[in-house]
């Protein structure tokens, strides 16, 4: 196991003692610090002024009830979250995520990734997430707005364009982002188009944002092949999800040259062996919001299915990985499975997939492996791409858009491999997009005093 340098661990056992059991929040910092003891060895500034130990501690915290009315009259409650966790390099920015599994340190950790992710990008925006322990599933559609009226109730007050600018996540897409911000625009009297993005492109959304996360993610695996000399064309790639993010890296890949095996959802994945079929899938899941088994049930042929608690989709052979679901959905095991089945690369779509485990089983087998907060940046990037058309009433054209994530993504792909080269660990992604991130954000807060 990579340790933490011992001048960090006080920090680290510090962040423990303040956050006991919020086990999501402890492994994404500890990846972090992992990653800073060859940062503080060439530039001990960094320990002074306690800026590693600020950088741990979220600006603010807000946690509030959110109450709504369910289609039979009763009266729900759900707890909702947004944590505003680093301001130096721009308004917060970051996703809101509806799964009944969220709690204030599954935000924590996804606002502290946030923060070095959105540095990555380039562009000025700090890091926030929000989020609810509302589940969607089977909710009707009234049930949604009035959950989202409600949450925005609450929310509105804590946001802005210049002050925090939430987007979606897992749960929440254009649907949920049109209802929160027609209230948003009812409580305030403000045509704030910039406050929230993944907008729709009728009222102010940007062209290629809801693509972008996943052409962003398999343009960032792209950049890592070919250091290899090697290309998408004719690969195998397993895409875990079937969500917004696997939707998107699944027509990238395919335009590529790749052939996807294996989707999932949280009910199980299916194979289909002659590749999957995007367009019954996006019909199954952006139409219907339906299950894996439709896919199976309209296919038939050359498809199976298999249970979640029956098996991975990790266990399906393939040279690419591209998880895209949720956090620590990619163990250890799954890691050992995949690299014994030859995989060379993976790429996250999902923010912190992959257990510790499986990064270092990855790592030590040279496995190209990206980690989610550089490889799936794309999402919040072409987000303030978003805000950029908004603040100038301007909307670009879809090829000018892909073409700016694009080079972002190359961008921040080079920067990931610089950084690695220049700490001593070439090829070592994860170190060099924590490592370039955090020197980004620390620069920042060094020059604004002690905040
Ligand atoms: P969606 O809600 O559109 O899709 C999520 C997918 O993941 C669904 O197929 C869902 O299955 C599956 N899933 C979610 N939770 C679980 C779970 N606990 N166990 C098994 N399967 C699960 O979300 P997104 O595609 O937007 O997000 C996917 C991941 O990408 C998340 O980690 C998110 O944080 C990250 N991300 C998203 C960005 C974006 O722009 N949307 C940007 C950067 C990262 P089911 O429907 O059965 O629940
Ligand atoms: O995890 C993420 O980067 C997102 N869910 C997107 C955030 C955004 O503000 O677009």
């Known amino acids: 196991m990579v340790s933490v340098d011992e001048k960090l661990e006080p920090i680290f056992q510090e962040v423990l003692r303040r956050n006991a059991g919020e086990q999501e929040f402890h492994q994404a910092v500890r990846e972090v610090l992992e990653s800073l003891g060859r940062v503080i060895a060439k530039h001990p500034r960094y320990l002074e002024n306690a800026l590693i130990e600020r950088i741990c501690e979220p600006e603010r915290q807000i946690i509030f009830r959110v109450p709504w009315v369910d289609d039979q009259g009763q009266v729900q409650i759900n707890r909702g979250f947004r944590v505003q966790f680093n301001s130096a390099l721009g308004p917060y920015k970051g996703g809101i995520r509806f799964h009944p599994s969220v709690n204030v340190g599954i935000i924590k950790f996804l606002g502290f990734e946030q923060t070095f992710k959105n540095a990555l990008t ?193 266990d399906v052979p393939c040279d690419v990985a591209m998880p895209s679901a949720t956090q620590n959905e990619l163990t250890g095991k799954d890691a050992r499975k995949l690299v014994a089945n030859g995989v060379t690369a993976v790429g996250e779509g999902a923010n912190m997939p992959s257990t510790p485990d499986a990064i270092r089983i990855f790592q030590e087998a040279g496995v190209l492996f990206a980690p989610g907060k550089a490889a799936n940046a794309g999402g919040v990037a072409t987000s303030a791409l978003e805000m950029q058309q908004n603040a100038s009433r301007d909307s670009w054209t879809f090829d000018q858009t892909e073409a700016r994530l694009a080079t972002i993504m190359r961008n921040i792909h080079d920067a990931c491999a610089e950084t690695a080269d220049e700490y001593g660990a070439p090829g070592d992604y994860v170190l060099g997009a924590n490592i370039a991130g955090f020197v980004r954000v620390a620069q920042a807060m060094d020059a604004l005093g002690v905040i």
């Open 122 to 314: 380039g562009m000025p925006i700090g890091g926030g997430k929000g989020g609810s322990d509302f589940n969607p599933r089977g909710r009707s559609d009234g049930e949604i707005m009035r959950f989202c009226q409600s949450f925005m109730t609450e929310l509105h007050r804590h946001i802005g364009e210049y002050t925090d600018v939430p987007a979606g996540d897992i749960g929440v897409g254009g649907r949920e982002i049109g209802y929160m911000f027609g209230q948003y625009k009812r409580l305030t009297n403000r045509y704030e188009a910039g406050v929230l993005t993944g907008k729709a492109l009728f009222y102010g959304g940007s062209r290629a944002r809801t693509e972008a996360t996943g052409y962003g993610n398999t343009y960032f695996v792209q950049a890592m092949l070919a250091t290899k000399g090697q290309s998408f064309d004719g690969k195998k790639v397993v895409v875990s999800g079937s969500g917004n993010v696997a939707l998107y890296t699944i027509e990238k890949v395919q335009s590529f040259g790749g052939k996807v095996m294996a989707v999932s959802d949280s009910s199980g994945y299916i194979v289909d062996e002659s590749g999957i079929d995007l367009a019954l899938l996006k019909e199954i899941k952006e139409v219907r919001r339906g299950r894996m088994s439709d896919y199976l049930r309209a296919k038939g042929k050359g498809v199976y299915f298999v249970n979640a608690d029956a098996g991975s989709i990790w």
